[in-house]
């Protein structure tokens, strides 16, 4: 049996430094990768691959068959909706049109949004299970830009997948300190509250943007990336819970789950990874007034 890498946007033996030698921060790390000018590697062509045996047929049509509950109808990532199923065919007409439609050019404005279907690019289901390439994500955002410009925006793509990177090489270069109580410093075990941690799972902590939250990650499985960083913060700072616990019940939840990026991100909010300030802490008040000012994503997430 032959392995082969292919976890990262950029092959780790085509960056200039060893795996020990990570930089400590991810700044460092994209301007050394930009300034060095390193690309991935093409995608590899499609393989020939031999008919599905008859035998593997018989296995899989059960599941083919299998009822999934109906859509939440408030979902910003509508799973199983034939055009977010998990497989690569729903996967490229994803990407498709999604290029087509011009998105790349409204990415960095809209990327905080709370609700909907085009606030972000959506790719990371389909990213985190294997039914997307990066490579060929950035293949094609490149021919986008060829023909349509570069953006601040549509480089904003390219930052994106450079993180997913640097959280994945992370993982490589640490391996299990990254679930250590105390982070990557190595610091004491972090305090819990079993009771608080109950009421943020179940979306009753009584702030209505965190609670908010919550039911729409209970109720879909998919939840944008300000709100995660806002309810995280919250349970940390606000709570005084244990983050780990915060990382397994986004675990439980997510439709995109990919365990380097959940691990790494939990880290950063928290102070116990590789950001320099310690810990990012969000005023959950100041979020709601900048990114929910009129009150909607609220209003939708009243209920369960």
């Not at 994803?94 to 085009?118: E, F, M, V, W």
Request: aromatic content about 12%; hydrophobic content about 40%.
């Amino acid at each position: 049996m032959h392995s082969f890498w292919q976890s990262t946007l950029l092959a780790p033996d085509s960056l200039p430094w060893a795996d020990a030698q990570l930089p400590d921060q991810f700044t460092r790390f994209r301007q050394q990768v930009e300034a060095a000018a390193i690309q991935p590697a093409a995608p590899l062509p499609e393989p020939a691959l031999p008919p599905l045996p008859p035998a593997a047929r018989q296995l899989i049509q059960p599941l083919a068959a299998m009822d999934y509950p109906a859509t939440d109808p408030r979902s910003s990532f509508p799973f199983p909706d034939a055009a977010f199923a998990g497989s690569e065919t729903a996967a490229l007409a994803h990407l498709a049109q999604y290029l087509q439609r011009g998105l790349p050019h409204s990415y960095k404005a809209t990327r905080n949004g709370l609700h909907g279907i085009d606030y972000s690019s959506k790719f990371s289901p389909w990213l985190a299970c294997g039914s997307l390439s990066a490579r060929l994500v950035l293949q094609q955002l490149h021919a986008f830009e060829t023909e349509h410009g570069h953006s601040d925006s549509s480089y904003w793509l390219w930052f994106e997948l450079l993180w997913r990177d640097y959280f994945k090489l992370l993982q490589r270069q640490h391996g299990r300190r990254l679930y250590h109580p105390g982070g990557l410093p190595q610091r004491a075990s972090p305090t819990h509250n079993p009771a608080a941690f109950q009421r943020w799972m179940a979306g009753q902590t009584g702030h209505a943007l965190i609670d908010a939250g919550m039911r729409e990650l209970a109720a879909t499985g998919y939840l944008g990336n300000r709100m995660r960083q806002i309810v995280a913060s919250y349970l940390i700072h606000e709570l005084q819970c244990d983050w780990r616990a915060g990382a397994a019940w986004f675990e439980a939840c997510l439709l995109d789950y990919d365990c380097s990026q959940n691990q790494g991100n939990w880290l950063y909010l928290a102070g116990l990874g590789t950001d320099p300030r310690g810990g990012r802490r969000f005023n959950p008040d100041k979020q709601a007034a900048e990114y929910d000012a009129d009150g909607h994503y609220r209003q939708l997430w009243s209920q369960p």
